[in-house]
């Protein structure tokens, strides 16, 4: 038993923790190896184990930064999987920006069934929540072809594409796409989805772990800065007490983010009950960590202006993306029958 | 990152497993899986069956007999002992007394009380809280005054748990007034069988004689009972506290009750189906089962740390806080479970008969769901533990 990082995997979190401070941008992260760390060496990268994924988005989210990783990392695996190295080559070296395009209108977080088809080198319908989609060179879409699911490669400037594009909770954007017989290149069949959405489960949870401690740590700072009746406010038990729970449950997630992490090589139904409880978990505690964020602000943390509110947002997005607390909840009772 | 056992700690888990199977009487783990009150005389068979294997000392230093377990061979073992429903070490003597009297106590303090501790010979209890002082321990009033060669003890301690049982009783002790209250506190070792010492029983709530009050009247004590030096037995006291708590998320417990809570859940019917088939209760046993799966790993991770030689410290308060609520939430629905038979309250303590008219599993839930309310109180209440995470980790 050993819950310590390996050195390289130390190294990268801490560089990149300092890249990330000082502005770093796509290229700098590229040039980090932020992209080759979700990629296993068979794949051209270097990492693309749990834990490998779960350092770079604790960094990332920490940071708060909204660069398309987690859409490098689940697009380009899709990629990796359809073997195409030619491509994975460009992602890894941030050269090709890559995004998937799968959920649709009233599937809320469900899988399917999608309705968007192919036919003849084009596809058709309508893909939702498809986040950074407008900066993207390529989207990975799935379609039905005859009665199956496949993925096809479109480029989103191509003609009978369109993106009706806003920012996201998150940070970064999130578009509704409309293909209407949209050019598109085969990749092949849809058959590993299920196991990359997992490690971008486990993306959003390790990349929330980071953003609760960036929260805990303002928190903290104002606890001990912000004075009212004369003392800093931190002194008053009735926000002690409230802040000690926030940091447990922030060690709650963390626990649940390495219990992903160790599993997510497993067997499928072991490694999804593993991403049902711990995106269960960390969606509560990223919520709580938040509100209590905010409250024991006071008003400033209601303000656009205040570096919290970008951070709280993230933390109110995890629930929304690939499955909300009770979804988890209900697919590992489920998973656990 | 290695969330498995290393091969060494799988062939330690594989001999405790083997140990329980072959040593642990059916009779015994019954109630323990029944949550039923043990006997003293369950309680010694235990202890020699543990002393015998080498168990009892297993996290003693080697120079006292022990097998100096590291942190995380402890926390296989408790894990074990709780899935198998063997008694919890009744740790007063074995975990508490010994490292303090290892640590301050004299050469002639450890030879004579450390064997007789792992024989069973002394049977100790704890004799720290008072009715005046309960989380704010440093009020404590009992005072001992030296007369010769001796000190004259009176006061009353109180929430001895097990009392009845012992022969010997720890005490910390006023013997100075000057300064700090922590600054005039002794750590004093007393036999049971002095005059002037008197046991009461006190009932809790579930209706089992588990702690008492303990009387002080003139209690004549020889001052080489002094543990360490006179004045200093905060230190000793806060070594006590500190020392033991790897157990302290009861993740062991938790486990077990878990399981058993998922077999009455299969049992139970509600509206024609198992009660683990509704989706009000399956979210509930859900959620409780998502949290006792990141409070291991949050368990592990800080047992290891320790064995690093990083410091558990406030660490433990988390684990404390988190573990109680987490146990005392599946004790609560136990209690859920097992519906309207939770409303027929067997104690001997109360007039009545003896045999509760419900199913097994439900003759001892409501007791244990009352009982396990102090699990939030006893050894720091949550409140003091949520303290302590402010100021030593949070520096708030």
């Known amino acids: ?30 040039e980090l190896g932020v992209l080759g760390a979700l990629f296993t060496e068979d794949e051209g990268g270097f990492g693309g184990q749990g834990f490998d994924i779960a350092v770079v988005f604790e960094e990332l989210g920490r940071a708060g930064a909204s660069a398309p ?30 995004t998937l395009a799968h959920s649709e209108p009233g599937l809320r977080y469900d899988l399917g069934p999608i309705t968007t088809s192919a036919a003849s080198g084009t596809v058709t319908g309508r893909k939702s929540f498809v986040t950074n989609a407008d900066g993207a060179d390529r989207l990975v ?25 806003t920012p996201a909770l998150m940070g970064g954007t999130i578009s509704e796409v409309t293909l209407d017989r949209a050019p598109a290149e085969r990749l092949g069949l849809a058959e590993t989805l299920e196991t990359r959405l997992a490690a971008a ?58 219990n992903l992490a160790g599993h997510l090589s497993d067997a499928a139904p072991t490694r999804d009950r593993h991403v049902s409880a711990t995106k269960n978990l960390t969606a509560r505690a990223a919520h709580l960590v938040a509100e209590e964020a905010i409250q024991m602000h006071g008003g400033i943390a209601m303000t656009e202006e205040y570096a919290l509110s970008d951070i709280s947002r993230r933390l109110f997005a995890v629930d929304h993306r690939f499955g909300d607390e009770d979804w988890h909840l209900a697919r590992f009772i489920r998973l656990s029958a | 990152m290695d969330l498995n056992y290393t091969e060494e700690e799988v062939a330690f888990r594989d001999a405790v ?29 235990w202890h020699s069956r543990l002393n015998e294997a080498g168990y009892l000392a297993g996290s003693w230093p080697k120079k006292f007999g022990g097998a100096e377990w590291s942190a995380v061979q402890k926390h296989i073992f408790e894990e074990e002992s709780a899935l198998a429903h063997a008694p919890r070490i009744v740790p007063f003597g074995v975990a508490m007394l010994a490292p303090v009297l290892q640590a301050f106590g004299s050469k002639e303090q450890q030879d004579y009380y450390l064997p007789r501790i792992l024989s069973g010979e002394d049977w100790w209890c704890q004799g720290y809280s008072e009715p005046g002082a309960g989380s704010d321990l440093a009020s404590l009033k009992t005072r001992a005054v030296r007369e010769g060669d001796h000190y ?35 750590f004093l070792l007393i036999d049971m069988d002095t005059p002037g010492i008197e046991v009461r029983p006190i009932i809790l709530i579930d209706g089992v004689h588990e702690v008492n009050e303990v009387w002080f009247t003139d209690v004549k004590v020889p001052v080489e009972n002094l543990v360490g030096k006179e004045n200093e037995g905060w230190t000793y006291a806060k070594y ?21 809570l998922k077999r009455i859940a299969k049992t139970e019917m509600q509206n024609g189906r198992p009660l683990a088939e509704d989706p009000f209760f399956a979210a509930r046993l859900a959620r409780i089962e998502i949290d006792l799966m990141a409070m291991a790993t949050f368990n592990l991770r800080t047992v290891a740390g320790a064995d690093a030689g990083k410091a558990p410290g406030a660490e433990s308060s988390m684990l404390k806080v988190r573990g109680s609520i987490l146990r005392q939430q599946i004790n609560d629905l136990a209690r859920r479970a097992i519906g309207p038979w939770a409303q027929p309250f067997v104690s001997e303590q109360l007039e009545g008969n003896l045999y509760h008219p419900g199913p097994d599993h439900a003759a001892r839930a409501t007791n244990t769901y009352l009982n396990n309310r102090k699990i939030s109180i006893y050894g720091g209440s949550n409140e003091v533990q949520r303290g302590i995470i402010t100021k030593a980790i949070l520096g708030l």
């Open chain 1, 1 to 30: 038993m050993d819950f310590n990082h390996t050195e390289e995997r130390r190294m990268l979190a801490d560089s990149l923790r300092r890249s990330l401070e000082r502005g770093a941008d796509w290229a700098a992260l590229a």
């Open chain 1, 201 to 258: 489960t486990l993306a959003v949870c390790a990349d929330a772990l980071g953003a609760m401690e960036t929260a805990k740590a303002m928190t903290l700072d104002y606890l001990r800065t912000r004075k009212q009746f004369g003392v800093p406010i931190g002194k008053f038990q009735a926000l002690q007490h409230r802040m000690a729970d926030v940091a447990i449950e922030i060690e709650m997630a963390r626990s649940a983010v390495i």
């Open chain 1, 69 to 98: 990783v987690l859409e490098a990392g689940l697009a380009g695996g899709l990629l990796a999987d359809a073997g195409r190295a030619d491509l994975v080559e460009q992602v890894i070296a941030g050269t090709l920006k890559v």
């Open chain 2, 152 to 186: 004259i003890v009176n006061g009353q301690k109180t929430w001895t748990t097990l009392g009845q049982y012992a022969n010997k009783i720890f005490c910390l002790v006023r013997t100075g007034t000057e300064g700090k209250p922590q600054e005039g506190i002794s």
């Open chain 2, 17 to 45: 497993r083997s140990f329980l199977k072959t040593q642990l009487p059916e009779e015994i783990a019954r109630k323990g899986a029944e949550a039923r009150p043990l006997t003293k005389a369950d309680y010694d068979l």
């Open chain 2, 240 to 260: 006590l506290l500190t020392h033991e708590r790897t157990g302290i998320a009861g993740v062991g417990f938790a486990t077990a009750g878990l399981q058993s």
């Open chain 1, 141 to 165: 879409v799935s379609a039905l072809e005859d009665g199956a699911v496949a993925l096809f490669l479109v480029d989103p400037k191509s003609e009978g594409v369109s993106l009706h594009t």
